[in-house]
């Protein structure tokens, strides 16, 4: 048993890499913080600082395939979300259908593929049309992989692979002693990605606020003062810069 959870552990390749210096991240999640703060301190109604951000987005994708960052994943919108203003709420479940039906052409021309990880459980049906029309558009593409959270929660999200593994166990699919980091991993929502080896979150807040609890256990955190509709790709490269000077080391020594 102990064999196999080092030959299926993704972790373990990473032993020799833990011995140098970081190079640049294959994949970067950013928390995107402080759009309505953004708003309000220039006097306007919170979602302007939303419709800003969003024009943020693909400047940073593209900045960040420019540095040879393999996958970015963006936290759009939380299962904790739902909590906020009625009016708000439904401006943000527009955003994914305004971004995308401007910024879709440019991503498939750039050869970036377009993923969506959450759950489409009480989204509305003209959010999930305009991200499943992406997903099928861009899914050939092998460049950049841009990855939203939508309707997305870390607790929900490990909860619901606890539920599948219990179900095969059930059924007699697995036992008790096949479950393994590996295996818990191949059940959560990121599964087709390599976990995140740099978090970013801006306006200056410093928590992981329900975001990929289980997969950034190794990765390194930089947190921005600056407000996410004015984080340029000065910032990103600073980020990228600080991560590279830090040893990751992955519980070892």
């Known amino acids: 048993m102990f064999e196999r959870f080092i030959n299926q552990n993704a972790w373990t390749l990473k032993t020799e890499e833990a011995e140098t210096n970081a190079t640049t991240p294959s ?29 943020v987005i693909h400047k940073i994708a593209e900045h960040a395939k420019a540095h040879g960052v393999g996958y970015v994943t963006l936290y759009a919108f939380s299962t904790e979300n739902w909590k906020r203003p009625k009016g708000e ?26 993923r969506i990880m959450g759950t489409t459980e009480e989204l509305p049906k003209h959010t999930i049309q305009a991200v499943r029309k ?18 997305y929660g870390g607790r929900f999200e490990i909860i619901e692979a606890v539920r599948k593994i219990s179900a095969k166990v059930e059924k007699g699919e697995l036992t008790t002693d096949h479950i393994n980091d590996y295996l818990f991993s191949e059940h959560l929502m990121s599964h087709s990605l390599p976990d995140p080896d740099l978090l970013i979150r801006t306006s200056g807040e410093i928590r992981l606020s329900n975001f990929m609890l289980w997969q950034l256990a190794y990765s390194e955190f930089y947190f921005a003062d600056v407000l996410w509709p004015d984080f340029t790709k000065g910032h990103l490269d600073e980020a990228i810069e600080v ?11």
């Open 134 to 151: 992406a997903v099928e558009k861009t899914s050939q593409n092998d460049g950049l992989v841009l990855n939203f959270a939508l309707n």
């Open 27 to 55: 994949h970067i999640a950013i928390i995107m913080d402080g759009n309505g703060r953004w708003a309000k301190n220039k006097g306007l109604p919170r979602v302007a600082g939303h419709r800003e951000g969003m024009k």
């Open 243 to 253: 991560y590279k000077s830090r040893k990751r080391r992955y519980g070892g020594v």
């Open 89 to 114: 709420v439904d401006f943000l479940l527009r955003l994914p259908e305004r971004f995308l039906n401007v910024e879709l052409p440019k991503l498939h021309e750039n050869n970036v593929q377009v």
